[in-house]
């Protein structure tokens, strides 16, 4: 069974897979890292300082360690297109998304196209199948790793919950070159 912990970077996936992974000793495989370290990329874009990755190494590399664990969680912003059974599609209000960025040192381009992404849902609507999408604003993680285990208990299906639309809208109208 594969598990996806997907949304915008700096939604807080890492954080919640490690503490979902460690509660219950599932292996989580952290997409972005394991696309560096393994080279499971076509090329590095520059600009945006991030890789571009080959689908096809890194469904190899996964199913490999799929021949070991039972249950696996991806935990990474593209994990809902890797065929998960089940997508936790997390979201967060976009200035507090924006402020981790910055923190990261992500470069304004890349800090404003991914709050813009956060606003428009674009994880959530590239997600498929079996999707639990909740907004983690203000909230533990210790708390948002319960729902997300009563949710995959329950196999609940949840979307559609958040609409940072209206209050973020400028967002949408900007642009950096
Ligand atoms: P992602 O993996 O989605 O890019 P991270 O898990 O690395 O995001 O989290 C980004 C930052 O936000 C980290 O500094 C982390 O400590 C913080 N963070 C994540 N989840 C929460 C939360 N629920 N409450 C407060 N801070 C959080
Ligand atoms: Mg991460």
Redesign the pocket.
Known sequence: MRIA?T????????????VLGNKFGIKVI?I?EAVKKHKLYTEKDEEMDSYVIDFEKLENFIKEIEEKEKVIIL???VSHLLNPDYTIV?R?NPE?IKE??E??GYKPKKVLENIQAEILDVCLCESKGKIYEID?T????E??VSEIIEAIKNKKERKGIVDWTEKYFDYLTLEIR
């Open positions: 912990i949304g915008t970077p700096g939604v807080g996936k890492t954080t919640v897979s490690k952290d972005t935990d990474g912003h997390l967060c507090i981790r960025l923190k990261r983690t203000g909230r533990d993680v708390d948002i």
